[in-house]
């Protein structure tokens, strides 16, 4: 069986439905790779969602796929040669870095980034990404081993922080055979992506972290103590944050929900994992939400080999796991940090102590463990914050999820606007 494309599930989804790129203009970079192929697709694909395109393509990316097919697409000569004395004269390299509204680059080759990342001006494509004041958008697509040169991370790190936002690559089949990360994403992601960035919404230009899902903490090579969490809430939560304009980042436990299209995902198993991936990224966050049910003890040793069951009785020795919320609400210029607390009885008491313990911005209480909450595809949620509280009734996960970014943002807006 053929799995879907990631790109069909965009549309799939309906996170899009009702958007366009209408009056947006977009210049597509394409480089040379065997990906350049789908390039002829995105240019279709920004042209239906209302775009105007201008195509400039490198020599490389001559070898793979002809001007001529990206001219008919786009409806417009393609630009490719920087000392072009009759292509200066109709629309010059800054005229046609001015008139950008959006740069993207796909595929952006190894080479190329390498190029950006050093400031070499030495073709049209990468003296337009220098003279452009445009956001600029860069689609790797590579060979395995070459994206994880560390001289290609180094040179993806180096862009980043000059914010210029990376798209993929995704991980899957490779045209050279081999399987990994490198992939260029689908055109309709990258079309989904410039919506997202061009899309008005309460958390637009907000930098939102998510965990979800269970923690798996090992007792020996096959067993380990986890629990009922599906992270079908978590993903809900990740999926409406995006809807609503956040660039979102979810640190998922193991589940099997496929990744929301437009969200990164940081897969981890284990506490541990979790507490290292959110602390990596919780400094660029401007507002980390804890849906996740990290497991609150872990074996105090794991033992290298399957245990055998030859004593009548085993006992485990547990310790206490690292608190993630609590590390990230106590550092210094802590995002807006909201926790979510899983009860079987005195739902505000326990979620108002974990409020003022973990010193959180809000809380989202659940009475779990009949049919809402864990496994469940429903749930309802009280939310508390210091003067206040709000009660969010029994639906389905999304539509829970929409209404807690609706009172997230507004309270996230009202403290920093304060
Ligand atoms: O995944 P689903 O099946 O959709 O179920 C959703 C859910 C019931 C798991 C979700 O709605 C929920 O309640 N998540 C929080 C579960 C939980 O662990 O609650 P807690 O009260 O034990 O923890 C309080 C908060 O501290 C949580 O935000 C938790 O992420 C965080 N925590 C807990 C322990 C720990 N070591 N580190 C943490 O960050």
């Not at 597509?28 to 789908?38: E, H, L």
């Not at 245990?307 to 009548?312: D, E, R, T």
């Not at 864990?374 to 003067?387: G, H, I, K, Q, R």
Request: aromatic share 6%; charged share 20%; net charge negative.
């Amino acid at each position: 069986m053929v799995a879907p494309l990631d790109g069909q599930r965009y549309w799939e989804s309906g996170l899009f439905s009702g958007l366009t790129l209408s009056g947006r203009r977009v210049l597509v970079g394409v480089s040379g790779g065997i990906a350049a192929y789908k390039s002829a697709e995105l240019v279709r694909r920004l042209r239906q969602a209302g775009a105007e395109v201008r195509v400039v393509m490198t020599t490389g990316a001559q070898a793979f796929i002809t001007p001529l097919t990206m001219q008919a697409l786009s409806g417009h000569p393609v630009h490719s040669e920087l000392l072009d004395s009759r292509v200066e004269a109709a629309m010059g390299h800054i005229e046609l870095a001015r008139w950008a509204d959006a740069i993207l680059v796909a595929p952006a080759s190894a080479n190329l980034m390498a190029r950006l990342a050093h400031g070499l001006a030495d073709d049209l494509l990468t003296t337009l990404c220098l003279a452009s004041e445009a956001p600029l958008f860069l689609a790797p697509a590579m060979n395995r081993v070459m994206w994880m040169h560390p001289a290609t991370q180094a040179n993806s790190e180096l862009l980043r922080q000059r914010s210029v936002r990376l798209l993929g690559p995704a991980a899957g089949e490779q045209a050279c055979g081999e399987v990994g990360a490198g992939r260029m994403l689908e055109p309709d992601e990258l079309v989904a992506e410039l919506l997202r960035y061009w899309q008005q919404g309460p958390l637009s230009g907000v930098s939102l972290l998510v965990t979800a899902g269970p923690t798996r903490e090992p007792i020996d090579p096959v067993r380990y103590i986890s629990n009922r969490s599906s992270g079908k809430m978590g993903y809900a939560v990740a999926e409406a944050a995006l809807r609503a304009g956040a660039t979102v980042t979810l640190v998922s436990g193991p589940t099997a929900l496929p990744r929301p299209p437009g969200v990164a995902l940081v897969a981890v198993e284990s506490a541990a994992e979790m507490a290292v991936a959110v602390q990596a990224r919780i400094s660029q966050c401007d507002i980390f939400i804890a849906v996740a049910a990290v497991a609150d003890y872990r074996p105090s040793v794991v033992v290298p080999q399957k245990m055998k069951k030859s004593a009548p009785e085993l006992s485990l020795a547990l310790e206490r796991t690292e608190d993630i919320l609590a590390m990230a609400a106590g550092g210094t210029d802590a995002p807006f940090c909201v926790g979510f607390a899983a009860e079987t009885e005195d739902l505000e008491g326990y979620a108002r102590d974990k409020l003022a313990r973990k010193g959180l911005d809000m809380i989202a209480a659940n009475l779990v463990g009949q049919g809402v909450g864990f496994e469940s595809d429903v749930n309802c949620l009280t939310l508390f914050w210091a003067d206040g509280q709000y009660e969010i009734k029994r639906a389905t996960k999304a539509v829970v999820a929409r209404e807690l970014i609706e009172i997230i943002a507004e309270r996230y807006h009202a403290k920093n606007s304060g």
